[in-house]
């Protein structure tokens, strides 16, 4: 593994880590005089989705791997650390939960004994990471309130001056959701909601309601989009109430949150739908309230912040900020001017938060420039040689380069998995980890969801999108640095509507990512190439994985690849055709030329095949093969056929 910078930090840098391993996204990030040098998720190494499971009975299994991936990146040691951050407070958490629900679990969360020993194991942290890193680093040692963590994760790396800020997740200590104010290297709360008054547990328990785990919230989303928001609507608000006075409260007697019961769920909304069970009418209605109650009190708590702070901009963070259909609401018809929405707004998050909390509010520090992208993981120098990927079948990729192959790979219909330098932080793939196609064919949402990552047919895809095409085809009125992260639905235009189905949501919206040349250029270099084939200046990106985290490593992908049957990998400068050398399939001998055809080895006869139509051809001689070639391409320009007659000597030769 390489560390992914050259950076080396000079001797009197102020070097600061943020961890957090308090529930879940287990994470570490690593700044350098406010300069963010490393930060990544635990689960990308560890291959356990989320780092872990959210207990309180392991806060101490803490980001072994990230951690060491962020020292090594900066080139230091435990003992060039100046301070480190924890996101969480011990005592507070102890202090605030107990008492609080009518029913609990016994030992677990809300009862004195589960509490207890989420303290007791929380107070092991400094020892234990002493340990691991081999030094006493316990005097260096900071915990930090989660929610500041979140704030701190979001202003001090935004493009503002001052702003307000608002942290909407689960819990903190405990805390649900923060509302404050930055200034410069400062942030103060104005008003705090605690538990059992949360939005983000309000999703958790629907969507295990709705059958989709504690982790469903993505898919509750997606089937929003089909529902009648009318029907549920005031079964919610019989539990869950807000205005614009920067309250909210949720019913801990009908949510039952500390309890596996439904029975008052059940009373307002029918039976619990069972993970197996078919998923109706009914079930889309109730996803499609829940997601207008979480718009409408989202609203609320912004005018009030709005009121409150009289700032013009706003800083958004939590898990609940993940939410792009919220989110692409507020930006746009939201009381602000301009929100900026930090990229890993979930827990991950919060170990940036931690840095940055102590480098500008408790160093006192000036902030740097803004995060303008999330490139911030390891990179390979394997993804540029043949290991692990000796043996695989390379594709040359001809001339006009790695971009323009892949992009006449996408819009001729193939899948291409897209696996690039420095790994994203945060749940979205914005290009370096990705899995892309033509988002002009319907028929390959239903290719990707089922047969690659089996996933439900109703989640929608993102696109990503030429920064200066994203106006020509979404409707993106007001300005948001965080599109550029993936984190706002917006509206197709309705001239475009229809043309590139696979990224539509059925409610005429995508989930966009504007991909600018300075912070992604090989990424914007490809989909450039792909307008230039088809006029559409914006690819189909799927996180690349399959029902696992995203992948990290070159070996990851190759498993993934082979495991979803993907057939395309793109790795650092090099092509993969993972069906090459299978039977039923000859060896690919030339892939380069305008038409994006294949010429492979015939598996029997000795001939030609194109790999897209599957045909073979006998052959006798290039110019026969050229011949026989274009019977079926149809009409080739004067170019067309020079480039084809190219490819095909090649493969001649090789054969
Ligand atoms: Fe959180």
């Not at 291409?416 to 390959?444: C, H, K, Y």
């Not at 085809?473 to 229809?498: H, I, N, T």
Request: proline residues 5%; glycine residues 10%; aromatic residues 8%.
């Amino acid at each position: 593994m390489e560390s992914g910078t050259t950076f080396r930090p000079r001797p009197e840098a102020i070097l600061v880590l943020g961890l957090n391993s308090a529930y879940h996204e287990s994470s570490a990030c690593l700044i350098c005089n406010g300069r963010v040098v490393a930060a990544a998720e635990e689960e990308r190494f560890n291959r356990v989705r989320h780092g872990k499971r959210a207990t309180l009975t392991n806060p101490h299994e803490l980001p072994v791997q990230a951690i060491r991936y962020c020292l090594e990146a900066a080139g230091i040691t435990a003992a060039d650390l100046d301070l480190i951050g924890y996101s969480i407070s011990p005592d507070k958490r102890l202090a605030f939960n107990v008492g609080l629900d009518e029913e609990t679990t016994p030992g677990l969360a809300g009862t004195a004994e589960g509490e207890g020993l989420f303290h007791r194991l929380l107070l092991l942290i400094p020892q234990r990471l002493s340990s691991l890193l081999g030094e006493d680093v316990s005097r260096k040692f900071r915990w930090i309130d989660h929610h500041l963590c979140h704030a701190a994760s979001v202003f001090f790396v935004s493009p503002f001056d001052e702003a307000a800020v608002l942290s909407v997740d689960g819990i903190g200590e405990s805390t649900s959701t923060w509302m404050g104010i930055g200034r410069g290297n400062h942030i103060e709360a104005c008003r705090e909601i605690r538990y059992p008054n949360s939005l983000g547990f309000l999703w958790t328990k629907l969507s295990r309601f709705l059958g989709f785990g504690p982790y469903g919230q993505w898919k509750v989303m997606g089937l929003a989009g089909y529902g009648d928001s009318d029907r549920y609507y005031q079964a919610f608000r019989k539990f869950v109430d807000y205005d614009n006075s920067g309250g909210f409260a949720v019913d801990s007697r009908t949510l039952q949150y500390r309890v596996d019961k439904y029975d008052a769920l059940e009373r307002l909304f029918g039976p619990r739908r069972a993970p197996e069970d078919h998923i109706d009418g009914r079930h889309e209605d109730i996803a499609a309230a829940l997601q207008r109650v979480t718009n409408e009190a989202l609203f609320s708590l912004a005018a009030f912040l709005k009121e409150r702070t009289g700032m013009k901009r706003l800083c958004l963070a939590g898990g609940v900020a993940l939410n792009c259909v919220a989110n692409g609401l507020l930006v746009d018809q939201g009381p602000f001017d301009e929100v900026f929405i930090q990229p890993a707004a979930n827990d991950a998050g919060t170990a940036l938060g931690a840095c940055f909390y102590l480098w500008n509010q408790v160093l006192g520090n000036h902030r740097a420039a803004a995060l303008d992208h999330v490139y911030l993981g390891p990179e390979f120098a394997e993804a540029s040689s043949d290991e692990p990927l000796c043996g695989e079948g390379f594709v040359p990729v001809g001339a006009d380069g790695l971009e323009s192959a892949v992009a006449r790979l996408i819009a001729r219909g193939e899948v291409v998995a897209w696996f690039q330098g420095r790994m994203e932080f945060g749940p979205r793939a914005l290009g370096n980890r990705s899995i892309l196609a033509d988002p002009r064919r319907a028929e390959i949402v239903h290719c990707i969801n089922d047969r690659i990552k089996h996933r439900e047919y109703f989640r929608p895809f993102a696109a990503s999108v030429l920064d200066e095409y994203a106006s020509a085809w979404f409707e993106v009125g007001r300005p948001c640095p965080s599109d550029a992260f993936m984190l706002c639905a917006r509206k197709v235009r309705q001239d475009r509507l229809g043309s590139i189905p696979a990224v539509t949501h059925v409610d005429g919206t995508c989930r966009l990512q504007r991909v600018c040349r300075d912070t992604n250029p090989r990424y914007h270099r490809l989909i450039s190439e792909f307008k230039r084939l088809t006029g559409v200046p914006l690819v189909l990106n799927t996180s690349f994985n399959d029902s696992e985290p995203i992948i990290c490593r070159p070996r990851d992908a190759v498993n993934t690849c082979r495991k979803a049957g993907i057939r395309y990998l793109a790795v650092g400068d090099r092509l993969v055709d993972f069906q090459a050398g299978r039977p039923g399939f000859g060896k690919t001998l030339a892939y380069s030329n305008p038409v994006g055809t294949e010429v492979r080895r015939g598996q029997d006869d000795g001939g030609l095949a194109l790999a897209d139509s599957n045909t073979s051809t006998a052959v006798e001689s290039p110019e026969v093969t050229v011949s026989a070639l274009e019977r079926i391409l149809g009409h080739l320009t004067d170019a067309e056929r020079a480039a084809l007659q190219q490819s095909v000597k090649i493969a001649f030769r090789s054969r």
